[in-house]
């Protein structure tokens, strides 16, 4: 699984020159496509109405879209939580070795294995510290239209920006995540940012007694 | 014999599901608790004592006796699972086994909304589906033996 990663090392590179050979992005495409396959499919019609019940209930409960946000964001750290561990046994990623990487294997594996469309990075941060994941589909929002009284407030599908702050997490990457545009509200294309906060280390504090 | 114990233990060196088949030594709860969390411990001592920073899957892996064999897998997000067998296990063997046990704590540990991350895994379907995951390395001539619990 791993090894495919190898290859396609030649393919053109996105803004993140310094990347690996091994996180070029068509073999990371390559290797969310066979993730993809592998796993079992679900009805993308069935998860949008299942997703839009629960917005849509969650907007009735808490009238304030801004709560909503919130709640959606509460929701996806949870699933994040515990599909990081689901991502790192099904999908063969390359291991990540500076916060950077994380991106295009966020946008181009996870991307395509749990939600079927492909994402890119954009505006990497010059020190690497921050990214955007950009995506045109977003099979969440398949059948919605916002109600001009929630437009400019409600970010639809906030529950991704809690997923991939959960999932971060679970490897020691402490990040804020939020929607930047939303083709709901006008925008020409979905992005969201990413942005790390601090890195933790899984190890003993240092001995303070000397 | 064959794969004689199976250890699963949480990042903070808690045990949280453990198995044994014939022929593993009697331990009572405590002492498998006290051996889960000593190995979780000389796990981050490896990690510390490493040369180069580790990105991924990594510290202590194996132990080779001349009476058993010991495989670790430890994937990034710091949960352990640890395999003990006779040497007439393959190493390579239980090495796969490690991987799918993962996937296997990823969809019926994990994936339960019910199962609380971190806490000990009493799952049914956890339970069932290592029982035949392991099938047919436990027990003697490919029989497999009852789980004995603790």
């Known amino acids: 699984m791993a090894q495919d990663a190898g290859r396609g090392s030649g393919a053109p590179r996105r803004k993140v020159s310094t990347l690996p050979a091994n996180f070029s992005g068509a073999a990371l495409t390559r290797l969310g496509e066979q993730a993809s396959q592998r796993a079992e499919q679900v009805n993308g019609e069935l998860a949008a109405l299942t997703y839009g019940a629960l917005v849509r209930q969650l907007v009735v409960d808490y009238e304030d879209p801004g709560e909503v946000n919130v709640q959606l964001e509460r929701l996806g750290y949870n699933i994040g939580l515990r599909l990081a561990d689901d991502f790192l046994a099904r999908s063969g990623a390359p291991p990540c070795r500076r916060f950077v990487e994380t991106s295009e294997v966020i946008a181009r594996v996870a991307f395509r294995m749990y939600l079927g469309v492909s994402a890119r990075v954009a505006s990497v941060a010059e020190d690497g510290s921050a990214y955007s994941v950009v995506f045109e589909e977003n099979p969440l929002a398949d059948f919605v239209e916002m109600p001009t009284a929630l437009r400019d407030q409600l970010w639809f599908s906030n529950l991704l920006c809690g997923a991939i702050r959960g999932a971060l997490e679970m490897v020691q990457y402490v990040v804020s995540v939020s929607f930047v545009r939303d083709v709901l509200r006008g925008d020409a294309y979905n992005e969201i940012r990413v942005a790390l906060r601090e890195q933790r280390y899984e190890r003993a504090p240092p001995d303070e007694e000397l | ?150």
């Open chain 2, 1 to 150: 014999m064959g794969i004689y114990a199976l250890f699963v233990v949480n990042r903070s060196g808690g045990l949280i599901y453990h198995e044994k088949y014939v022929g593993a030594p009697t331990m009572s709860l405590n002492e498998a608790l006290r051996m889960a969390s000593t190995f979780h411990s000389v796990q981050q001592i490896a990690a510390d004592v490493a040369p180069v920073a580790a990105a991924h899957e990594s510290g202590m892996t194996a132990v080779e006796a001349a009476e058993f064999r010991l495989r670790a897998y430890q994937p990034r997000t710091g949960v352990q699972f640890v395999l003990l067998s006779t040497l007439e296990v393959n190493a390579e063997v239980l090495q796969s086994l490690l991987v799918r046990l993962h996937l296997l704590y990823a969809d019926y540990a994990l994936k339960n909304p019910f199962y609380e991350k971190d806490m000990p895994i009493r799952c049914k379907r956890f339970e069932m589906a290592v029982a035949r995951l392991l099938e047919g390395y436990t027990g003697r001539d490919g029989v497999v033996a009852r789980p004995v619990r603790a």
